[in-house]
């Protein structure tokens, strides 16, 4: 799972992993396990654990790596309609009629299906397509105008 975007809204859920053997898990690990019910999000947790997003992401970065948590995919907010319009026209803007061929194949390259990608990986697929953008001075303005349209997000 990605942690390094805005995760608040995520639900986590555990995971009963057969083949784990032996952890040592801390007790900041163990104290989110128990907070981790499937229902709350992140940043719910984070409040009633009365602890900083930054502490809690690592905690749960170290869990996700033993495969003790993973993300409840049905709760995971995903990119719509709107934002793909958007990236498409000011793709075109910076790019010509390319665009939507680039975003398909960028959008394959990542595996998910369009009406799965969830919105803390939209950071990264602006990423990727303004590595596409020839002339610096449009790829500048690109990713300023997303950057924005992130943030509102």
């Known amino acids: 799972m990605d942690f390094s975007a805005n995760i608040a809204s995520v639900v986590i859920k555990r995971v009963v992993n057969s083949n784990i053997g032996e952890v040592s898990l801390d007790s900041q690990m163990l104290n989110v396990l128990m907070h981790i019910d ?59 009629p390319m665009a939507e061929i680039l975003i398909e194949d960028e959008i394959r390259e990542i595996g998910i299906s369009k009406d799965k990608i969830p919105t803390h990986r939209a950071a990264e697929l602006v990423d990727i397509l303004a590595r596409e953008i020839p002339r610096d001075e449009k790829k500048i303005q690109f990713q300023q105008i997303m950057l924005k349209k992130l943030k509102n997000m």
Not at 65 to 76: H, M, P, S
Not at 81 to 89: C, P, Q, S, T, Y
């Open 38 to 96: 499937g229902v709350r999000n992140i940043g719910e947790v984070a409040r009633v654990m009365k602890v900083d997003m930054h502490s809690l992401k690592e905690t749960l970065q170290r869990l996700d790596r033993l495969n003790l948590i993973e993300a409840d995919v049905a709760t995971v907010p995903t990119l719509d309609h709107n934002f793909f319009d958007f990236l498409a026209n000011h793709l075109s803007i910076a790019m010509g």
